[in-house]
């Protein structure tokens, strides 16, 4: 029997009092990567230890970077790079590795990167950022299941994305900050982890103007500097926990955040009843005590609601009385939740990539995160369901949430990180009870069967694998 991390979550009681969010791990991810660009040390301070964090530091290990972690920061050493290649066996574990080539491309002029694999929530192609190289003047080609890149002479020309694409502005940043070319990049995204990478590639003394709007302009210089460098707070941890007190209609305070980059989730909160107050320049009161009704929400770039706190809104409002409707536009697909929500007694319905919520009480179950936001919203739900929630895969919310089941507890939840019979072994007593004739588990369905066995190579071991996000 394969044992695994689940989290079991007594629901139905209000959170109270604060909580400090951590620094952005989308943000982070990328810092990173910046430190192959100089051969002095740079160190980001604050980065979540997170599973993603990690395999974005074995990528750069892998690539010669001397990586030491002080406390909380990381201090990055690329005295050299000895490997300009990301294999498949860190690349399948997180898509977002794919940037490092960027990185290299600037640092050493070549990057072998494997194909970035399938992903838990529906396609996510890679075709913009390779366009974007080819306009820049890179050759890339594929050999053998990976991207083979390579620049001739400095980068330079004009980027124009058929449509925004976060991880390719900052493929594009990382390998032109490097070199005697001007790159323009248009219909850039507006996200605010784009703006930090290019403050933190301007500190280090590049020149990179217009982040955070869709046309930025990089001239490339010829070596960057080592510095120290605090990412953004986390914008989408700190809506998880908004909407964590909003579904148990708590009231909560949130220390360490940028409102500014809330505006949206904000306002969507407050129009369904949320009463959220500005208690310090970076503190918000978030008070759901009052009376709530349902709204409709569609996820899009920045500055819209993001894309990753779509599954967590989704499992809010179906505590809500009401109809509420949701949408996402950046991953129309992004509904590996909404069948284990229903095991919970949610009255959702997907037709046509639009979720109709009819919002009411949930009720604990056993559930699986199929991907790191679906697992946002699983808590979600079962922080707010009467009885017991046991939420397997937690593997994919250590990708992305620092110490979840902690920093809940310190906020009065009940979550406990116990040890768990993998899903496949319950699947396969579930079959074995149901073909003797008994009365059927309650514990596995064929759709968290599926979901789990979607995810990719691991998957066959004992379905709760890393999936493929980030
Ligand atoms: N797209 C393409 N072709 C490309 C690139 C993107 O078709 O070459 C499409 C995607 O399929 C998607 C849309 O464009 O429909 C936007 O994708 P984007 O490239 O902006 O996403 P990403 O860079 O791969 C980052 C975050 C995601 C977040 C998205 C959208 C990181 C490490 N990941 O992904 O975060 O959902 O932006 O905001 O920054 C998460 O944290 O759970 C997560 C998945």
Redesign the pocket.
Known sequence: MTMRSALDILGGQPLAGEVAVHAA???A??LILAGLLSDEPVVIEGVPKLS?VLVGLEILEHAGVEVAWEGADVRLHAREVRDTSAPYRLVSK???SF?VMGALLARAGEARISMPGGCAF??????????AFAALGVEVSDDNGDFVARRRRPLQGRVVFE????????NVLLATALGDGVAEIENA?L?P?IADLAELINRMGGCIEGAGTPFIRVQGVDRLGGTRFRPIPDR?EAGTFMLAAAATRSDVTLRGIRPDHLVAVRDKLTEAGVRIVDVARDAWRVDATGELTGVDVTAV??PGI???LQAPFGAFLATVPGVSVVRDR???D?FTHVADLQRMGARMELTERTLVIRGGPLTGAEVHAA???AGGALVVAGLAAEGTTRVLGVESID??YERFAERLSALGASVERVEAVASSDVLASSVAIASSGAAASSVATPASGAAASSEGAAASEGAVSVGH??
């Open positions: 791990k989308n943000s991810l990328y993603d997180m898509r977002a940037v529906g396609p996510r192609p890679v075709d913009r950022h390779i366009k449509a925004p694409t976060v991880g390719g502005t900052q995204a996200e982890e989408i770039e920045y993001p894309t990753d950046v991953y129309p992004r991907d790191l936001r990708r992305g996000s980030g």
